[in-house]
């Protein structure tokens, strides 16, 4: 079965840095557009970014362009989001997300707590 599993969350002080990860298993990591979302306490879920099959190109939010970075190893079915000049309203839990058509699967989710 499709499963994915982030890691790497936890308390940052602002301006910090912090890297995430997401393992892919149960399908075709390679021919698949990865995704990376958050949700904060009482908003909806955001949609930060996505990188090619490839990883030579990707795209991201506004909120997050400049400070975040997706990138990916399809050896290691790992998609990562590297995370600099960290701010308390980037507070979320992280999710990666792959649709593995027709389905639309999530991980867990890693809480990233931003606060001094």
């Known amino acids: 079965q499709v499963q994915l599993v982030e890691s790497g969350g936890g308390l940052v002080q602002p301006g910090g840095s912090v890297r995430l990860s997401c393992v892919a298993s149960?399908?075709?990591?390679?021919?698949?557009?990865m995704k990376w979302y958050r949700q904060a306490p009482g908003k909806e879920r955001e949609w930060l970014g996505r990188?090619?099959?490839?990883?030579?190109?990707?795209f991201y939010a506004d909120s997050v362009k400049g400070r975040f970075t997706i990138s990916r190893d399809n050896a290691k079915n790992t998609v990562s989001l590297q995370m600099n000049s960290l701010r308390p309203e980037d507070t979320a839990i992280y999710y990666c997300?792959?649709?593995?058509?027709?389905?639309?699967?999530w991980g867990q989710g890693t809480q990233v707590t931003v606060s001094s």
């Open positions: 149960g399908f075709t990591f390679s021919t698949s557009v």
């Open positions: 990188i090619s099959t490839t990883g030579d190109s990707s």
């Open positions: 997300n792959a649709i593995v058509y027709p389905y639309n699967y």
